[in-house]
């Protein structure tokens, strides 16, 4: 759920005074979509709005209020936001289709040292030193260095989900191993406690169940009562008789145990001729 895969009606916009709502704002390559159908699952009543931002924009969305939260990728740049990590990124490099680094399944630095390749501004990998020869000016940004590489002029390192969001039909990727990776986050504004509605998403990117003691809806659901036959304190359940084996202790259920016939011997019981039948 990236660019034009965002339905209109998970775009943010103003809800109703008073009406609960949460804002996400999200980075270019992080599909937030299998998380927004939890939510709408969960929350029907409370709508998700969609804030797509670019990776220099995200940290200041969530300093001022745009969003209440934010899918980022690390690091996160001041003591004023948390952060919980979610999931690595790999790492590849794109190329043309014809280019030679198409007949391997992985690529190494050292396989780059000859090649020009491009360093965006708004790169996300954090290099202390970039692979390959650097060009003599650096692209603004990943989409203008996707179009270098069409144009025939370098390389280019990003996470895979950059590659695929820039995909063009003669251009292709190949992992690049051994290099920095990009993690992505969910961030927001340090407090003492999350707010309610971010407790809710953490649970969900955490994969809390519904049934989780934390949150709005565990908050909405304190103080009702439960059936009874739920709470187990109410509804007395019969223990299973014990099937009696030999064992030591006192047997506690199935047939009473048969009584020895008035001899003075431990005998089997086998001889008696008369009496009512033993219940």
Sequence with gaps: ???????????ASDSPSGAPSFRLAYVPGVTPAKWVRVWRERLPDVPLGLVQVTPAEAFGALREGTADAGLVRLPVDGDDLSAIP???ETTVVVVP????LTAAEEVTVEDLAEELV???????????????LAANERPETTADA???????????????????????????????????????????????????????????????TVNSTRGRR?????????????????????????SGKTGGGARTG?????????????????????GKPRR
């Design 1 to 11: 759920m990236t660019g034009s895969d965002v339905p209109s009606s998970d775009l």
């Design 97 to 100: 289709k014809d280019h030679t």
């Design 118 to 132: 491009l360093h965006p501004l708004d790169d996300t990998l954090g290099w202390e030193r970039p692979p390959g």
């Design 218 to 242: 565990a908050e909405a659901l304190k103080g009702q009562k439960q059936p009874k036959d739920q709470k187990g304190g109410d509804r007395k359940q019969a223990k299973p008789a014990r």
């Design 86 to 88: 979610l999931y690595t």
């Design 254 to 274: 199935g047939r009473p145990a048969a009584r020895k016939s008035g001899g003075s011997g431990g005998g089997s019981g086998r001889g008696r001729t008369g």
């Design 146 to 208: 996707i179009e270098l590489v069409a144009a025939g002029v370098g390389l280019l390192a990003l996470p895979q989900s950059l590659a695929r969001l820039h995909h063009r039909k003669d251009l292709t990727y190949r992992t690049l191993v051994d290099v920095p990776q990009s993690r992505v986050a969910l961030s927001w504004p340090t407090t003492d406690e999350a707010p309610d509605l971010v407790e809710e998403f953490i649970g969900i990117v955490r994969g809390r």
